[in-house]
């Protein structure tokens, strides 16, 4: 079973497992950095990989244009009947580079999703989501700590740790890391430790 069909098949244990988790820890440094150039209601937010819709409905609650993108048909259903001023798509990852959305989004949210991408193709897919921020916007994503790729209940995993991600960085094209930090699971059932990095798109490389 592969990693789509896993939450095609489980959308509904996903959904009420994920949507009440408090993430007011990642929440804030992604607020603080998000560029204050622009008011509230001028922030466009694209929430890569959005699950349940949890932080999608956060940053709409802030004022913020949210496009909240999932690869499954069947979280996106669910996720459809939390909010209806979010713009909810069918999309997956391949396919974000063939959409109209260069310079078009303040901020990027990539909460525990870009961590389902094999490590030799994260730089390309980071380089496509950082086309598609405005200058001096900002790209968040979270991965699991560690060394390895490997699959757990059908899902595919990819790690990330220091020395990973500094093979990654050395790629890049146009943005570099403001902060980048360790949190602990924020579900009540689980101890991981996860690595989490901010990305800011270079002005002056467009």
């Known amino acids: 079973m592969g990693t789509l069909e896993y939450?095609?098949?489980?959308?509904?244990?996903?959904?009420?497992?994920?949507?009440?988790?408090?993430?007011q820890n990642v929440y804030h440094p992604f607020l603080e950095y998000l560029p204050k150039t622009h008011l509230s209601n001028q922030q466009k937010i694209l929430d890569v990989g959005c699950g349940s819709g949890r932080d999608s409905v956060f940053f709409a609650n802030q004022g913020f244009e949210v496009v909240a993108i999932d690869g499954s048909q069947n979280v996106i259903d669910l996720a459809k009947q939390t909010d209806t001023r979010i713009d909810w798509q069918?999309?997956?990852f391949h396919e974000i580079a063939k959409q109209s959305w260069q310079n078009q989004f303040t901020g990027i949210w990539a909460?525990?999703?870009?961590?389902?991408?094999?490590?030799?193709?994260?730089?390309?897919?980071?380089?496509?989501?950082?086309?598609?921020?405005?200058?001096?916007?900002?790209?968040?994503?979270?991965?699991?700590?560690?060394?390895?790729?490997r699959e757990?209940?059908?899902?595919?995993?990819?790690?990330?740790?220091?020395?990973?991600?500094?093979?990654?960085?050395?790629?890049?094209?146009?943005?570099?890391?403001?902060?980048?930090?360790?949190?602990?699971?924020?579900?009540?059932?689980?101890?991981?430790?996860?690595?989490?990095?901010i990305l800011l798109k270079l002005s002056n490389l467009g």
């Open 7 to 23: 939450y095609q098949r489980n959308a509904k244990e996903f959904f009420s497992q994920t949507i009440n988790v408090d993430m």
């Open 90 to 92: 069918c999309l997956r």
């Open 111 to 149: 909460c525990a999703s870009l961590l389902h991408v094999p490590f030799d193709e994260l730089p390309k897919l980071l380089n496509d989501l950082i086309l598609c921020i405005k200058s001096d916007g900002i790209l968040y994503a979270s991965f699991k700590y560690g060394d390895s790729e």
């Open 152 to 197: 757990k209940d059908g899902r595919f995993f990819c790690d990330i740790n220091e020395q990973r991600w500094q093979l990654i960085g050395e790629q890049l094209d146009s943005a570099k890391p403001v902060m980048i930090w360790q949190t602990i699971d924020n579900r009540v059932d689980r101890q991981e430790i996860w690595w989490n990095v």
